[in-house]
């Protein structure tokens, strides 16, 4: 039978999982709204503002333009983080520390700050509403999880097996291929992820290097709320959430296929 | 350099070899001399340089003064992945990410070596150490031992020339390093490549090698055979690392070729003198001293001592004794069975021939380095 303390060790953490998740399952009954309204309850059931997503070139362009964004930022935050890693992680203690402080400052400096610092230095550039613009300002913000998720990584990374690898008679590059990056590749994975969301979910800076000749989802979200009271970001809501959480359990499938072998 | 050479043993010769890290020397000016095909271990206790050696020799570290050669060769600035030499760790290092044969198969893949030739080798590397059942497990399904005898298998499986091993076998308890270690012995018999093996405990060290280097703080205190290092060290340090011995000690006279030591009021002679200025200790092995009764009749030659039975151990095929003499130090008998029996608090004299002892200079380092 089980004892008082762990019922209400149990009732506590179900309090704690409604908390965490009741925003989200407020939205998806919005999303099928069958007025024009975000009031909650939702009034009625229509597929429409899920037609409406995929028909308004607003929605549809501001979505391609995050996925593009977002998975560029991905490739590039993903190599620049993990060449970052080794560096501080391979170098001398004091060094790498100091390193490591400063390129994870991006995470650590209010999002206002470094969007003004942007938009200023944009303004001269000519940056502002292009992709490389939204790519570059991304990247910076991305680096520090794919650091932090790579140095996790190498840090539990044998580096005797790289000596060993070489006395097998491989170069270093061979090394790496073979050896480093296949074991340290689900810190490499989980960094790519927390890059492309890290961007697919950016606002601040965003509203501030946007134009209207691009728009990434966040904004588009943002000013149509702001606009009108339109489900269709419910809709949009909704789909994204069904979206990582198949990514999460693809993933969580994977790990665990490869514990069993 | 290629893989498909026949593997016969590569020669090793270091000269005047030094390697500091920063202002500390931890090989200090070495000479090492590794004929094809031998089994060469380097002895010695815990940082007297033996890993920094194999770094060396492997590659993995730079050599700051000195020149190596291998294979009449001078490997200097060749990289550790174009030497071409086996390499067994202490930990096994093997690829965790893949499997038994993956891993024996991952030198074959570099050197290009492909489909029916590589299984081929595989198998056969696998079969030698025992382990051609475990192909298509991970690393981490095998015991300590099985991943050593994997760990063999890969670096033997391209035919190097020269093998290496840091204490390969440390992690691995008595009876498996017992069995391992005639294994190895075996496989080196078969190859005829050299090895190089690291150890810091001289039993192994004795069991494997044709010949033994003893290292003793960043230096080389004497190379030979077993049997050489026991019967005729050429320092205490090494005297006392190799087998068991008891160290006398007292004021020397000498007089000609003699040298007379007064322990605890007796006098000891042995054959030889030292250099002017060297303080003589005389070191002796257990089974050249024989405990007799006092009063026995002497020998000629014979050198005796009295003392008192602290401590009777019964071996089975003897019995081992710990002798008190009147200056403190403790002897150390082994008799053969069928000796006369002593019990604890037994006075005896402690005997043994002029030309059993060994006479060497005392080196306080050696009693240090031993604890
Ligand atoms: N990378 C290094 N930096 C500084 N000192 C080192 C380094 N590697 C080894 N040493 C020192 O060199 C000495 C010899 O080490 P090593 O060859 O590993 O000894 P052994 O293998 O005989 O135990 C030790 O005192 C060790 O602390
Ligand atoms: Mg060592």
Redesign the pocket.
């Known amino acids: 039978m089980p004892s008082f303390s762990r019922i209400v060790l149990g009732l506590f953490c179900l309090l704690v999982a409604i908390l965490l998740l009741a925003p989200t399952l407020v939205v998806i009954p919005m999303s099928f709204n069958g007025n024009k309204s975000l009031a909650f309850p939702p009034v009625g059931f229509s597929w429409q503002w899920y037609a409406n997503f995929f028909s308004s070139p607003d929605w549809t362009t501001s979505f391609s333009n995050s996925l593009i964004v977002a998975l560029i930022v991905a490739v590039v935050a993903t190599v620049i983080g993990t060449l970052a890693a080794f560096g501080v992680s391979r170098a001398a203690a004091r060094t790498g520390g100091l390193l490591r402080a400063l390129l994870i400052t991006p995470m650590v400096v209010p999002g206002v700050v470094l969007a003004i610092g942007i938009y200023a230095v944009y303004l001269d550039t000519h940056l502002v509403g292009t992709v490389t613009g939204f790519v570059l300002a991304h990247t910076m913000l991305a680096i520090p999880f794919v650091l932090i998720a790579v140095q996790a990584s190498l840090e539990v990374f044998d580096r005797r097996l790289e000596t060993a690898a070489s006395s097998l008679g491989a170069g270093r590059l061979t090394v790496f291929r073979t050896v480093t990056l296949p074991l340290i590749l689900p810190g490499v994975l989980s960094g790519a992820l927390f890059a492309f969301i890290t961007s697919f979910d950016e606002i601040i800076v965003a509203l501030f290097i946007t134009s209207p000749y691009l728009k990434t989802l966040p904004v588009q979200i943002y000013s149509s709320i702001t606009r009108d009271a339109d489900p269709t970001v419910a809709a949009v809501g909704t789909l994204l959430f069904l979206a990582t959480s198949l990514i999460i359990i693809a993933g969580l499938l994977l790990g665990m296929r490869r514990e069993r072998t | 350099m290629h893989a498909s050479q026949p593997s016969t043993g590569a020669a090793i010769e270091i000269r005047k070899a030094s390697k500091r890290?920063g202002a500390?020397t931890?090989l200090n000016d070495i000479d090492l001399d590794i004929r094809p095909g031998e089994f060469m271990t380097l002895l010695?206790p815990?940082?007297?340089?033996?890993?920094?050696?194999l770094n060396l020799i492997a590659g993995f570290t730079d050599i700051t003064s000195g020149t190596l050669e291998i294979g009449g060769k001078s490997v200097t600035g060749l990289p550790s992945h174009k030497r071409n030499i086996g390499v067994v760790f202490q930990h096994y290092a093997l690829f965790p990410h893949m499997t038994v044969g993956k891993n024996v198969a991952y030198p074959l893949a570099l050197r290009g070596i492909k489909g029916d030739e590589r299984a081929k080798r595989v198998r056969r590397a696998l079969d030698m150490v025992k382990m051609a059942d475990f192909a298509h497990r991970y690393p981490s399904e095998l015991s300590g031992g099985q991943q050593q005898r994997v760990a063999l298998a890969r670096a033997l499986v391209f035919d190097p020339p020269l093998l290496l091993m840091d204490e390969p076998l440390g992690a691995l308890d008595k009876k498996l390093r017992e069995w391992l270690q005639l294994e190895i012995k075996r496989i080196h018999r078969e190859l005829g490549t050299t090895f190089v093996y690291?150890t810091h405990d001289q039993e192994e060290a004795l069991v494997l090698s044709d010949r033994i280097a003893v290292?003793n703080g960043?230096r080389i205190e004497q190379i030979g055979t077993g049997r050489e290092l026991y019967d005729t060290p050429a320092t205490l340090f090494v005297g006392r690392f190799i087998g068991e011995s008891t160290v006398l000690r007292g004021s020397a006279e000498v007089s000609g070729d003699e040298t007379a030591m007064v322990i605890g009021g007796q006098r000891v002679f042995a054959h030889g003198r030292l250099a002017d200025g060297a303080r003589p200790v005389i070191l002796l092995r257990p089974e050249r001293v024989a405990l007799k009764r006092v009063g026995a009749d002497v020998v000629a030659g014979e050198n005796r001592l009295t003392g008192t039975i602290a401590e009777a151990i019964y071996l089975g095929s003897g019995s081992k004794y710990e002798v008190r003499l009147s200056d403190g130090t403790t002897a150390v008998a082994r008799s053969p069975l069928g000796a006369a029996d002593f019990v604890i608090g037994d006075t005896v004299d402690v005997t043994f021939l002029r030309s059993d002892l060994i006479l060497l200079p005392d080196d306080a380092s050696a009693d240090v380095t031993l604890t």
């Open positions: 890290y500390f931890a010695g815990s940082g007297s340089g033996k890993t920094t050696t690291v290292f960043g």
